[in-house]
């Protein structure tokens, strides 16, 4: 069966809008689609904000808790720490300041600051004694070299002190190395 021109036309002209509208149909399905799909990953994303934000939050609550107490542990242990600083210094008959001057030196020599702070006031204890010339330690105090003037002045500084008489124990000969 021929088809004329018109008949042929008349066809064309049908299918290309019957194909136009299942394009616009298919458009339309596609675009519902890609709504639906943007609507559902916009809710999921809340919900994921939702969730991060609450876990920040319990992250940040949780550290700045942790913080805190850490910190009031670091204030009360610094205000403890130079207390006790203070009352060495009193026990040894000096500053808060030249006790923690001596922290290095304790630490070095295996020694406690408690220790450092004790033999230091019995020093200053001694040096009394020793500036009115009489007794065990003026004695001593004398076979070094010393004498009660410098017993005053050691009073005023106890840690220069301690270095002095050190000096001057080591380069002292001792009794069972002197000669007779």
């Known amino acids: ?13 049908t299918n290309i809008a019957s194909l136009q509208t299942g394009l616009s149909a298919a458009t339309s399905m596609v675009q519902r689609f890609g709504s639906n ?14 969730i991060t934000g609450s876990f920040k939050a319990l992250a940040g609550l949780t550290i700045a808790g942790f913080g805190a107490h850490q910190f009031t542990s670091m204030i009360e242990g610094a205000i403890d720490a130079q207390a006790h600083l203070k009352d060495l210094g009193e026990k040894a008959g000096t ?10 030196a304790a630490r070095l020599s295996g020694t406690s600051l408690d220790e450092v702070a004790a033999a230091s006031g019995k020093f200053s ?38 270095s002095n008489c050190r000096r001057r124990r080591t380069s002292t000969p001792t009794t069972g190395t002197r000669s007779p």
């Open 125 to 162: 204890k001694n040096l009394v004694e020793i500036q009115t010339g009489e007794g065990k330690a003026a004695e001593a105090f004398k076979r070094l070299g010393f004498n009660a003037s410098d017993a005053a002045r050691f009073r005023r500084t106890p840690c220069r002190a301690c």
């Open 1 to 13: 069966m021929a088809l004329s021109v018109g008949d042929l036309i008349i066809n064309i002209a």
């Open 37 to 50: 799909v943007a609507a559902e990953v916009r809710g999921v994303n809340e919900k994921i904000g939702s």
């Open 95 to 104: 500053t808060a300041e030249k006790m923690s001057s001596l922290i290095p």
